[in-house]
């Protein structure tokens, strides 16, 4: 009985093991171990051992052999530093400088035949993104790839941190290289070989800058402006000044073309010249090569340039600069402005007034593209009055001459009005005879329209001033001032006997 309890304890081992040597290849020292437990079983029987006995190393083993299956089958990732093949102690700058390398290594679009390319060119950048960040850095450092699920307890399981066993980066590789290297041509050299270039790769990117978006203001690009930017250029290898010799050895003259460049080949009755094949046309030879530049004498450097941006460009607008013995295409994103709408050469802004300039007339000084206009309002201007001021426009890059800045007018009503401003807007829809429809609180008479209300009195102040006419008063202040004691006499008596 003990001896078929255990056959049947043994059959279920063997079916569990066969099934995780298909996916664990740790799982075969498990089959093992249950073909070398099998081998005892008859032998158990035969010795007539009790059933007691007999279960009690099957029962031992079987929690042991359960553990090693399910550790045996998780998902082990490589250490970060093999990744990237950098010393544990290795600083940032050779992690960044060994993330780079096996980036463009691996990269899909370069090792397109490679089929695994993808995948480890993710293994390079999530390695990069955890070493590259001193917070995660110390906790893998700490806890290794395991993190908690390594520890006996301890502070860190309690927190739930798990470790970097099931890490997954939320960055796109693409995007990680990007934010690393930014737009100044780190990630244009990809795609090309590196052979026959006469620089090196180096910790800033793959290739010197073709291609630089360059932000400016809205004033930056009307204006024009010299932006300062950093660019990928090719420069002189800082360790050994463009020899291209390791420092303390010196290039030496190549004995198979003796030092022109050029050697002769014959072929048959054929003879030509063509560029040295040991010096590639260089006319020295360098034994020790630069460590730097691989013997090459210019390596890719971070510049900061000067760029001349012309006043007027356009956003998307390209312009071509020659930085040192490159070419550089620098696009143009120019931002939106709060206070001009831009239209080719030509400017719009809007200015607001109030209602008293509108109706009067008068001047208001407004933000131009170049300095403050003073401009002038003509009377009873309207809203949405568009004033054009030739030539206060942004220059015309390909031409002669400024665009025009069109000024809009914006009219201002008051929401609210004091006692004498209502009083002396009523006196006004009184005179005003080209009224249509009707005005709160006012009546329309034979006459026009008279407010209904008039509390202080003031309304009908205005309209006793408004009706005493000019010609009226000067008519009075001629009778009383001209008397007789016989009574009044004509204004042609008067002149009469003054000649008299």
Do not use: W
């Not at 420092?247 to 190549?254: F, I, T």
């Not at 201002?412 to 829809?429: T, Y």
């Not at 009707?438 to 006793?464: C, E, H």
């Amino acid at each position: 009985m003990a001896a078929m309890r255990g056959t049947r304890l043994l059959q279920h081992c063997k079916v569990v093991c066969q099934k995780s040597q298909k996916h664990c290849d740790a799982s075969k020292a498990n089959y093992s171990v249950f073909l070398a437990l099998r081998r005892t079983i008859p032998h158990a029987h035969k010795q007539k051992t009790s059933s007691s006995a007999f279960l009690a190393t099957p029962h031992f083993l079987a929690p042991n052999f359960t553990a090693s299956f399910q550790t045996s089958c998780q998902r082990h990732k490589k250490d970060y530093y093999e990744v990237l093949g950098v010393a544990r102690n290795a600083d940032q700058a050779s992690i960044k400088k060994a993330y780079y390398k096996l980036a463009k290594k691996y990269h899909p679009d370069v090792n397109n035949k490679d089929p695994n390319a993808a995948k480890k060119f993710q293994e390079v950048s999530e390695a990069y993104e955890v070493l590259s960040d001193s917070t995660k850095k110390q906790e893998y450092d700490t806890f290794g790839m395991g993190g908690a699920q390594s520890q006996t307890g301890g502070f860190r399981a309690q927190q739930g941190f798990t470790g970097f066993e099931n890490f997954q980066s939320q960055m796109d590789p693409e995007e990680l290289f990007r934010r690393i290297f930014g737009n100044a041509g780190g990630f244009g050299g990809f795609g090309f070989s590196n052979q026959g270039q006469d620089y090196e790769e180096s910790m800033h990117g793959f290739a010197p800058a073709s291609e630089v978006l360059l932000d400016l203001t809205f004033q930056e690009a009307a204006r024009g402006v010299n932006k300062e930017i950093a660019l990928n250029v090719k420069d002189n290898c800082p360790k050994c000044k463009g020899s291209c010799a390791e420092p303390g050895s010196s290039p030496s003259k190549c004995t198979q073309c003796n030092g022109t460049g050029m050697e002769t080949i014959s072929t048959g009755p054929f003879v030509m010249r063509t560029t040295c094949r040991k010096c590639q046309g260089r006319r020295q030879v360098i034994s020790h090569p630069c460590s730097e530049c691989n013997g090459k004498g210019k390596v890719i450097a971070r510049k900061r340039v000067i760029v001349p941006v012309p006043a007027g460009v356009e956003d998307g607008q390209t312009v071509r600069m020659p930085v040192g013995s490159q070419e550089v295409f620098i696009t143009f994103k120019v931002a939106k402005s709060r206070i001009f709408r831009r239209e080719g050469a030509d400017v719009h802004s809007d200015v607001t007034i109030s209602l008293a300039q509108a109706i009067l007339g008068g001047t208001i000084k407004v933000p131009g593209i170049y300095d403050d206009i003073l401009l002038s309002i003509p009377a009873g201007t309207s809203s949405h009055h568009r004033i054009r001021l030739s030539g206060k426009g942004i220059s015309r890059v390909n031409s002669y001459g400024h665009g025009d800045h069109y000024i809009h007018i914006k009219i201002k009503v008051p929401a609210k009005l004091s006692e004498d401003q209502k009083i002396l807007i009523q006196a006004f829809a009184e005179s005003d005879k080209g009224i249509e429809g009707t005005v709160d609180g006012m009546a329309q008479t034979k006459k026009g329209f008279q407010a209904m209300d008039d509390p202080s009195g003031k309304l009908n102040g205005i309209r006793q001033a408004l009706e005493n006419k000019p010609e009226e008063k000067i008519q009075e202040t001629k009778k009383t001032t001209v008397t007789s004691e016989g009574g009044d006499e004509s204004e042609d008596d008067m002149q009469n006997v003054g000649k008299t």
